[in-house]
């Protein structure tokens, strides 16, 4: 393990506040208040650089690099049992957003390394986000600094910095008088990306302004990893003026975060938070504090990263 350090970290207060949103999308229902303690949160997702040295220094191979189990995978096709990941690959034109096969595809090769396949390298990318990043390869990471991966609920508060009620992170609006405050898809996805905010895939941690409590990229870039098993919300909303928030509260288990539309695949989701570099208006407006989506835990993808905090009790 390397020494545990808060270099690079920041503090989030203790605070009670309004989780989730009832404006967007069902999962993110109902409005809930929630108190967390006080918690160390990285500043930035973590980097290419920072995750060489953890390899490194461990030997760690990814998800990614590992050939899958067809045992796991009943459907799996012939000649698919090879290492590789999930890269986005833009549509010619408009497509029917319903179907996400259309823009991603299963690469051999790809992974942290080698980003967009075998063939690409992270010349020029050690200061951006590290992807490829399966649930287990994150918390590895964690173990080794001496950290852990944050909370659903302490991922928002501090995505949220201290803004009570807000669409965004940063207020009510998407890019006040025209600024891009994070990396989102600008355009019509996924054929076309203006690039109006100068990225069109990762960009380097720090490119947009911190929050108020002095953290980056919360909100776009990467999709982060939290430690919670995905449940659907349930339950009757608490008033927001209620004392009695829910405190530090924890996601579900294993078993029901399995994805029912795929009986056959028991294979545990969990809670990602903050949305991507290919979040858009017109698709996937998850840039937002509030939004959170289910991910299995062997996933790997060229849009999902992490970060860490350290609890302070």
Request: aromatic share 12%; glycine share 8%.
């Amino acid at each position: 393990m390397a020494p545990r350090s808060t270099d690079a970290m920041q503090i989030v207060p203790s605070g009670e506040f309004t989780m989730g949103s009832d404006s967007y999308y069902p999962e993110e229902r109902p409005l809930r208040r929630v108190q967390v303690d006080s918690f160390w949160m990285d500043e930035t997702p973590v980097t290419n650089a920072q995750f060489s040295r953890f390899v490194n220094a461990t030997g760690h191979v990814t998800v990614a690099e590992i050939a899958p189990n067809p045992k796991d995978y009943p459907d799996m096709l012939p000649g698919m049992n090879r290492p590789g990941s999930l890269v986005f690959t833009g549509t010619d034109g408009p497509v029917d957003l319903s179907q996400a096969h259309l823009w991603w595809q299963f690469a051999f090769g790809a992974d942290w390394r080698h980003p967009l396949g075998p063939e690409s390298s992270l010349d020029g990318l050690a200061d951006h986000p590290v992807v490829h990043i399966a649930w287990s390869d994150a918390a590895a990471y964690a173990k080794w600094v001496g950290k852990a991966l944050p909370t659903e609920a302490e991922f928002e508060f501090a995505a949220r910095g201290g803004l009570e009620g807000k669409e965004f992170a940063w207020g009510d609006e998407l890019a006040p008088a025209g600024a891009m405050m994070a990396n989102y898809w600008q355009g019509t996805f996924p054929y076309h990306n203006s690039c109006t905010d100068g990225w069109e895939r990762t960009s380097p941690v720090r490119s947009f302004p911190a929050n108020s409590y002095g953290l980056y990229d919360l909100i776009g870039n990467v999709w982060e990893w939290t430690q919670d098993w995905w449940s659907e919300h349930s339950g009757v909303a608490k008033a927001k003026d209620s004392c009695c928030g829910k405190k530090n509260p924890r996601g579900g288990n294993m078993r029901n975060s399995f994805d029912p539309s795929q009986p056959d695949i028991r294979i545990g989701r969990k809670v990602i938070k903050g949305g991507s570099h290919l979040c858009a208006i017109n698709h996937c407006q998850r840039f937002r504090p509030a939004a959170r989506h289910p991910e299995m835990i062997d996933t790997s993808t060229t849009h999902i990263g992490f970060r860490c905090v350290i609890r302070r009790k």
